[in-house]
């Protein structure tokens, strides 16, 4: 039986890379993890995936691109699935800085991480990417305040942290390879589990959010939690914009955990 490698590396677009990774989550299928290598001038590292991937992610990262290369480590948010390896990327990337806001340093610093080469940015704001600027978005939805996407015109990639994330059955490729109403459910059932404020909020203003990515005009969408999705975007759109009407997540108690363990 030959072993499912930990992590995939897909090459989304001729200058993006993603470094892939699915995690189990018992009754409810897997979720993808994804961070990403955008080589530009000045090459970019989107998240530095769960600290249990270790070794293999360094790995993956050294076989997509020569870590002293990277000069920006972009944090969508200092969740530990996006900072496990961050520390170790540090090391090997002697050049990079961490770009984060003023509330993902604070967190960094609670984490024990090192907060001397971080540079703050914020939504609205753009990066110097030497051939390209990418610009600092806020998520319509997220599970830290300090949650940052990224846009890049000049392919129209958006990376777009947590949001846009699904729960499935099975791990795919691409966001396409899901069938449609699975791609729904296991996107309107992550952005509750994520974001379990999401069934309070005024509909009117999360559509103006939607709308602002709807904007961009993205003709890519890299979640941390979807697999690539390259010409989805008003699929995407359209699925998330139920979210708020979707029955609120309750995750299993000690019972049900138990039930589970027995099983
Ligand atoms: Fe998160
Ligand atoms: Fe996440």
Redesign the pocket.
């Known amino acids: 039986m030959t072993e499912q490698p930990l992590i995939t590396t897909t090459s989304v677009t001729p200058d993006v890379d993603a470094l892939g990774t699915w995690l189990p989550v018992p009754g409810f299928g897997v979720l993808p993890v994804n961070t990403f290598v955008i080589r530009a001038a000045r090459p970019v590292l989107v998240d530095t995936g769960p600290a249990a991937l270790g070794d293999a992610f360094l790995r993956a990262l050294e076989t997509a691109i020569d870590p002293a290369r990277i000069a920006w480590i972009w944090l969508t948010h200092p969740?530990p699935?996006?900072v496990g390896n961050l520390a170790a990327v540090l090391d090997r990337a002697p050049r990079a800085r961490v770009v984060t806001t003023f509330l993902g340093m604070a967190k960094m610093g609670l984490l024990g991480l090192p907060v001397d080469r971080v540079h703050l940015l914020n939504p609205g704001q753009s990066l110097d990417a030497g051939d390209r600027r990418l610009l600092a978005v806020a998520p319509p939805v997220f599970d830290a305040p300090e949650s940052t996407g990224l846009f890049d015109p000049s392919t129209g990639t958006l990376f777009s942290a947590?949001c846009f994330g699904a729960l499935l059955p099975t791990a795919a490729a691409r966001a396409a390879d899901v069938e449609p109403e699975t791609l729904r459910t296991g996107m309107t059932g992550w952005a509750t589990v994520d974001a379990p404020w999401l069934h309070r909020v005024d509909r009117a203003r999360f559509r103006e959010s939607l709308q602002a990515v709807a904007d961009l005009q993205p003709k890519t969408v890299l979640s941390?939690?979807l697999p690539p999705a390259v010409g989805m975007t008003d699929t995407l759109l359209r699925n998330l914009a139920l979210a708020p009407d979707a029955p609120p997540f309750i995750g299993p108690d000690q019972a049900a955990l138990e039930r589970m363990l027995a099983a």
């Open positions: 969740d699935d996006h947590d941390s939690h």
